[in-house]
């Protein structure tokens, strides 16, 4: 059975940076595209970026030149670094597994998914 286990969540200054990690086991996760997710409060959890198997990556328009996630294939690890943090970036940050989708946007694509992490950015 996959696990997903997300850390690197915390508290921080508008501006300011954090890196996010999800550690990836039970599974091949190289056969795995690794999706990041964020749900702020009263609101739908929505698509921030992913990367395939290969590396390629996309993103998000609100994230897109501040953001960017990085995996490790060799230590079953996906990385979310975040630059230029805003308010509205507050949320927690959920990391998610699929094997391959058409519609990676969609929360209802992804096989399985981590506990999510707290960001906070204050203004």
């Known amino acids: 059975q996959v696990q997903l286990v997300e850390s690197g969540g915390g508290l921080v200054q508008a501006g300011g940076s954090l890196r996010l990690s999800c550690a990836f086991s039970?599974?091949?996760?190289?056969?795995?595209?690794m999706g990041w997710f964020r749900q702020a409060p009263a609101k739908e959890r929505e698509f921030v970026g992913i990367?395939?198997?290969?590396?390629?990556?996309d993103y998000s328009d609100s994230v897109k030149g501040r953001f960017t996630i990085s995996r490790d294939n060799a230590k079953n690890t996906v990385i979310l670094q975040m630059n230029n943090l805003k308010p509205e970036d507050t949320a927690v940050y959920y990391c998610?597994?699929?094997?391959?989708?058409?519609?990676?946007?969609?929360?209802?694509?992804?096989?399985?998914w981590g506990q999510g992490t707290q960001v906070t950015v204050s203004s």
């Open positions: 998610a597994a699929v094997r391959t989708t058409t519609d990676y946007r969609r929360r209802s694509s992804y096989d399985y």
């Open positions: 039970g599974g091949m996760f190289s056969n795995y595209a």
């Open positions: 990367t395939w198997r290969g590396g390629e990556t």
